[in-house]
């Protein structure tokens, strides 16, 4: 005798059921009946036969589903009740044995840090690809230069290297996140039961084994009620996504006529449909602009969990879509990083122009004075006077002669022409970390040494 007298209005299935986007959870269910019902024959639930015949059933649910030729019914609300349905339809009433201390609260968490586990695994090979992709380009440009910014206005000439290394670390840091999420997801809920634990003697810590968990979530409650995991690694991939879109935007001002830096790979940009001199970096724009769609899957379930009573309630339900979404995403944008990397094609020589912009070199005129015995402020000041007079006249400070200098300190010299002398800036900076051609060679091994233990 069935609990319910009507039949779910159709409006109401179609806000409930979860099988249109669940359905990619097949391939975890699967592995955790199995696990399952191994776990059941342990607790003396099912016999030997029994057993035989579930596995049996479910890889045969399994090929349906792989074979693309997997009925769904239109009662099948999501994809754990789908599944258990044709197990039974193949396999009989023994098929009923399969849902005994388990329910599906603990079956979904347990789906979802199985696929969270997988995606963080995912992304840490894909960041691992990029940094390699990276260290490459910064090795191969090594000697180029280029202007640094700050507030987008010239501020200090850089190494090509150096800067390429500056993605490599902020990527680097990346994969501890994916890695934490992966940690964190590593705790299997299932055995919570509904949310007070079940009527029979699992082990618990066998099926955890069974399945590649290395723990057990310790309390059925939170079992049934986390979604940390989620979170963790949905925080991760926003990170990641707006690394990327920075290095897209990046990518997307080098590329331009005015900056002419870089010219994108071909293979990942398109032409316009009615100007065709163009090549436009799309793909690189395209990272740019994902970052607010992962984030957004973040911010989504932050806000479904946000004053959540324990236990289960359906709102978790709408942890999957943003998730799914969010790491389908940030796969598709670290494998678009990954392929055009390579084919990018920077110029040396404009780059190399842009750099010798001599204003670039005022910290080093100031630096000169400090090693004369200046504090620093009171050079900052000198310079700026240096800086402007240049600029009223509309001449390089280098074409400031040498006897004005006086006038703006006795502290300067014919050193001063030689700090101006393009190259001397880079090599200045000297500091660990610094743009060097020495500190930048240290720095590419010791990026070297990380990538060779990430691989
Ligand atoms: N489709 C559900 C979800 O995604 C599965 C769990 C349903 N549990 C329940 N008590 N109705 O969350």
Known sequence: MPRFEQDPDPVFWQLNASLSF?????????????????????????????????????????????????????????????????????????????????????QVATDLAMFVADRAAVGRELLTACLGRIHALAVQHRDARLPGYTHLQRAQPVSLAHHL???????????????AAGAAAAAMPLGSGALAGVNWEIDRQAVAA?????????????????????????????????????????????????????????????????????????????????????????TTLSGVMHGLPLAYSKDLQEDKEPLFDAADTIELCLRALDGMLPGIEFDHGRMAAAAADEMAAATDVADLLVRRGLPFREAHGVVGGLVRHALDADIPLSAIPPGDLADFSDLLDEEYYEVLGEGSWLDSKVSRGGTSAVAVAAQLEIAAGSLAELE
């Not at 955790?32 to 776990?39: F, G, K, L, T």
């Not at 029994?50 to 589903?65: F, P």
């Not at 989620?230 to 006529?257: F, K, M, N, P, Q």
């Open 22 to 106: 669940d359905r990619r959870l097949a391939p975890y269910d699967l592995r955790q009946s199995r696990a399952h019902a191994r776990a059941l024959r342990s607790a003396g639930v099912l016999d030997d036969a029994e057993l035989e015949q579930l596995l049996g059933g479910l890889d045969r649910v399994e090929a349906e589903i792989d074979g693309g030729d997997f009925a769904f019914e239109p009662s099948d609300e999501d994809i754990h009740m789908a599944i258990e349905r044709r197990l039974t339809e193949i396999v009989g009433r023994v098929g009923g044995k399969i849902h005994t201390g388990r329910s599906r609260n603990d």
């Open 165 to 179: 290394l500056a993605w490599f670390w902020m990527l680097r840091r990346d994969v501890d996140r994916f890695d």
């Open 210 to 298: 069974d399945l590649g968990f290395d723990r057990v979530v310790e309390n059925s409650i939170d079992g049934v009620s986390n979604r940390d995991f989620a979170l963790d690694y949905l925080s991760a991939a926003a990170v990641c996504a707006t690394h990327l879109s920075r290095i897209g935007a990046e990518i997307v001002l080098w590329s331009t006529s005015e900056f002419g830096f870089c010219r994108p790979a071909e293979e990942f940009s398109s032409g316009s449909s009615i100007m065709p001199q163009k090549m436009n970096p799309d793909a690189a724009e395209l990272l740019r602009a994902k970052a607010p769609r992962v984030v957004a899957a973040l």
